[in-house]
T-cell receptor, first 113, second 114 residues
Framework: NAGVTQTPKFRVLKTGQSMTLLCAQDMNHEYMYWYRQDPGMGLRLIHYSVGEGTTAKGEVPDGYNVSRLKKQNFLLGLESAAPSQTSVYFC????????????FGQGTRLTVV | AQSVTQPDIHITVSEGASLELRCNYSYGATPYLFWYVQSPGQGLQLLLKYFSGDTLVQGIKGFEAEFKRSQSSFNLRKPSVHWSDAAEYFCAVGARGGSYIPTFGRGTSLIVHP
């Protein structure tokens, strides 16, 4: 059981380049989330989805877009990368039961130069 | 809006000593509460969770946490720390009902001296 899988694990981009981070979960979870982790800032929510075909903005959505075309996948896109987007990105998923927790992927370390 | 405060950025303890990591939350009702641990270069692993019932919850790796409604706290404890416990610890709060969105504290880095 793979759980939550993020690809790629590492990436270096030049300013202005675009890329897509893929999150895949095999637990049939309804909710999926993208967070970024920066030193001293904890995890901040970028976007989230409460089901296939739905997305919503989180705390720090600017510069990012997301799509949830399939229930198991949640894509995070950077259209024009900036150095401020250098971070570690985590995807998480959760089912829609009341007493359940979020499961996290291993993270994607992105550096924008 | 819900929020989480972890007042300690770093905590240093000696191996074998007891540990308490502080977490205070802000939420209008009884929240869901979680502690996660992150080892270097890894994702977040759930240590324990509180949803309802007994306010003292047991988790993995010998950790426990106590929900205190009057203090809006959910402190993490361990009676005897091992060197392998050195990691980043995150407290999180989740709202009941609606679109469940976990909100995380800024984390506490645990350093363990031999």
């Amino acid at each position: 059981n793979a759980g939550v899988t993020q690809t790629p694990k590492f990436r270096v981009l030049k300013t202005g380049q675009s890329m897509t981070l893929l999150c895949a979960q095999d637990m049939n979870h309804e909710y999926m989330y993208w967070y970024r982790q920066d030193p001293g800032m904890g995890l901040r929510l970028i976007h989230y989805s409460v089901g296939e075909g739905t997305t919503a903005k989180g705390e720090v959505p600017d510069g990012y877009n997301v799509s949830r075309l399939k229930k198991q996948n949640f894509l995070l896109g950077l259209e024009s990368a900036a150095p401020s987007q250098t971070s570690v990105y985590f995807c998480a998923s959760k089912n829609n039961g009341l007493n359940t927790e979020a499961f996290f992927g291993q993270g994607t370390r992105l550096t924008v130069v | 809006a819900q929020s989480v405060t972890q007042p300690d950025i770093h905590i240093t303890v000696s191996e074998g000593a007891s540990l308490e990591l502080r977490c205070n939350y802000s939420y209008g009702a009884t929240p869901y509460l979680f502690w996660y641990v992150q080892s270097p270069g890894q994702g977040l692993q759930l240590l324990l969770k509180y949803f309802s019932g007994d306010t003292l919850v047991q988790g993995i790796k010998g950790f426990e946490a106590e929900f205190k409604r009057s203090q809006s706290s959910f402190n993490l404890r361990k009676p005897s720390v091992h060197w392998s416990d050195a990691a980043e610890y995150f407290c999180a709060v989740g709202a009941r009902g609606g679109s469940y969105i976990p909100t995380f504290g800024r984390g506490t880095s645990l350093i363990v001296h031999p």
